[in-house]
């Protein structure tokens, strides 16, 4: 039975906004976010299966509807990538192809109302779950981090450990200048992975905030019902927009970074 507080509209909000969480180690040194976990991980699996089963059995001549819409998604990302990265490296299209499909599959949950996720599960004895896991800030850095990490690996591959050093020491301004290379280079490279996260979270994490609002103006009342369901149409409408171009963001200004972490400057 629900508690006086998530009967308000405050408390209805703050319910559906916390994660459902377990602690880990002594102490809880470290807290897991499992509704981001495996939602995260369960929608990575079915992205893998809508692919190979577009695969399994492919024809040369006439392609199934699958196939030839699946070809059309993976052509267009390949394009993108090409046309933005200038570089030797042939992973950056199968790089691409994960970010985009895999944020646009996370985004997508958005579109089924929290209530029809979380009171099943509430009724199954599961207290919280946050089904959207890139409106989670720890979903979106782990993704922008891990978007790093391949930023490092393509500037050493390309330039040597040696001549990533000294160009994160000599430029822009040139080796006399060198405490201020190093501090504006840390902070280039550091805000380039916070940028992402923070980009996405925010979109992801706003867009929630005003559909549970406009839930909660659909309890009040007849009026507030079709007015919730006027804004709720119009929110939706304009969130199927947001929702891939968040995903399209993300997967360029990706493909942008590692093309850069290879340019010498």
Request: charge should be neutral; hydrophobic fraction near 55%; proline fraction near 5%.
């Amino acid at each position: 039975m629900a508690s006086e507080a998530e009967l308000t509209p405050t408390g209805y909000i703050q319910h559906h906004l916390h994660n459902l969480t377990v602690q880990v180690g002594e102490g809880g040194f470290w807290t897991l976010h499992l509704d981001t976990l495996v939602m995260s991980v369960g929608l990575g699996l079915l992205m893998v299966v809508l692919f190979w089963l577009a695969t399994r059995k492919p024809t040369s001549g006439v392609p199934g509807k699958w196939q030839a819409f699946v070809e059309i998604c993976l052509e267009f990302v390949d394009r993108q990538a090409r046309d933005t990265y200038h570089g030797p490296s042939r992973l950056v299209t199968p790089i691409a192809i994960t970010l985009f499909f895999w944020i646009l599959l996370m985004n997508l949950i958005k579109m089924i109302p929290a209530d029809f996720i979380a009171k099943p599960l509430e009724l199954a004895g599961v207290p919280y779950f946050k089904p959207v896991p890139t409106a989670d800030v720890n979903a979106t850095l782990g993704m922008s981090i891990s978007v790093f990490f391949l930023m490092l690996f393509f500037s050493i591959r390309s330039k040597g450990f040696g001549g990533f050093t000294h160009e994160f020491l000599t430029a822009p301004f040139g080796k006399w200048m060198m405490p201020f290379n190093l501090l504006l280079n840390i902070v280039e490279w550091l805000s380039k992975p916070v940028s992402l996260a923070m980009r996405l979270f925010g979109n992801m994490f706003g867009g929630e905030i005003v559909f549970l609002l406009i839930w909660v103006l659909g309890g009040a009342g007849l009026l507030g019902a079709l007015a919730g369901g006027v804004f709720g149409l119009g929110w939706m409408i304009f969130h199927l927009l947001v929702i891939p171009l968040q995903a399209f963001i993300f997967m360029m200004l990706s493909i942008v970074y590692l093309s850069l972490s290879e340019e010498a400057h």
